[in-house]
């Protein structure tokens, strides 16, 4: 389960976070999950619970959106969302599309007490 490690990931970078804006207590966390990063939002907010339990972040809320895999054409230079992994330009039907968004995690917003 590689959720395991993102969770452990995630809590280092909280834990700095928290240290830069001298934040003691936090109830909720906004979470970016890329489409294509293979991170299930479920099993990831489980090992955020079980590796959290009895630290001071117990409790801390995970709130989870995933986002799609958008593309960005050369040829045209317009953004679009990715559907079923087809690497093409909707719009002129272009193949060198470079990838942005829809992979990794990151943090978006954290609710401090
Ligand atoms: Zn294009």
Same mark, same amino acid.
């Given at each position: 389960?590689?959720?395991?490690?993102?969770?452990?990931?995630?809590?280092? +970078?909280?834990? /700095?976070?928290?240290?830069?804006?001298? $934040? =003691?207590?936090?109830?909720? &966390?906004?979470?970016?999950? #890329?489409?294509?990063?293979?991170?299930?939002?479920?099993?990831?907010?489980?090992?955020?619970? +079980?590796?959290? /339990?009895?630290?001071?972040?117990?409790? $801390? =809320?995970?709130?989870?959106? &995933?986002?799609?895999?958008? #593309?960005?054409?050369?040829?045209?230079?317009?953004?679009?969302?990715?559907?079923?992994?087809?690497?093409?330009?909707?719009?002129?039907?272009?193949?060198?599309?470079?990838?942005?968004?829809?992979?990794?995690?990151?943090?978006?917003?954290?609710?401090?007490?």
């Amino acid at each position: 389960m590689h959720e395991m490690s993102i969770a452990q990931n995630l809590i280092d +970078v909280l834990r /700095d976070e928290m240290t830069k804006h001298r $934040v =003691k207590t936090l109830r909720s &966390v906004r979470l970016d999950i #890329g489409q294509m990063s293979a991170i299930v939002p479920d099993a990831l907010s489980f090992c955020f619970q +079980v590796i959290t /339990d009895g630290t001071e972040l117990e409790g $801390v =809320k995970l709130i989870m959106d &995933v986002v799609p895999l958008m #593309g960005y054409c050369q040829a045209c230079d317009k953004e679009f969302k990715i559907k079923d992994y087809t690497f093409l330009c909707p719009t002129c039907g272009g193949t060198k599309i470079d990838t942005i968004g829809g992979q990794g995690m990151s943090v978006v917003e954290m609710d401090a007490e």
